[in-house]
């Protein structure tokens, strides 16, 4: 009759805690996706500074406190899509974004406060701007469409 040695023994206590936190470290990517929604940016002004986004999760928070931010660069396209994560527990976003074209991490603005820089936002944003009711869209899989301005 052949006896084994316990696993522990074999690879030592240290070895199996380093494969047990690496087995964890692979899983959890998988787990974030439930936390996530794709996003496709439309209009965007390719190899031009920085996409800047922000999610936010209700209408108390709309303009306050973000659930979530994403800065990217603007790529090659004029179609951008990405994974924006961090919304767990939400289920309906309202996002807003910019193009920041001179990469100074803020929308440029004329003298009377109307955007130089494109910018755009989830839903239907109104002839003054978005709004937590005209930017929300519900978080149910589907891909969440932003046409920047020109």
């Keep these: 009759m052949k006896t084994t040695a316990p696993l522990s023994t074999v690879l030592g206590t240290t070895t199996l805690a ?3 936190a690496a087995l964890l470290a692979t899983a959890v990517p998988a787990q974030a996706q439930d936390d996530c929604a794709t996003v496709e940016v439309q209009n ?3 190899q031009q500074g920085q996409l800047m986004v922000v999610a936010y999760g ?3 928070s709309y303009r306050k406190k973000p659930v979530a931010r994403l800065r990217l660069p603007a ?3 004029a179609t951008l899509r990405f994974q924006l994560c961090g919304l767990a527990g939400s289920t309906e976003v309202a ?3 910019f193009q920041d074209l001179d990469s100074d991490g803020r929308m440029g603005a004329n003298i009377v406060g109307m955007p130089t820089e494109p910018w755009g936002s989830s839903g239907s944003p ?3 701007g978005p709004s937590w009711e005209t930017g929300r869209v519900k978080l149910d899989g589907s891909v969440i469409v932003v046409r920047m301005s020109s």
């Design 18 to 20: 380093l494969l047990s």
């Design 95 to 97: 996002l807003t974004l």
């Design 58 to 60: 209700s209408a108390e």
């Design 75 to 77: 790529g090659d396209a």
């Design 44 to 46: 965007v002004r390719p």
């Design 126 to 128: 109104g002839t003054f």
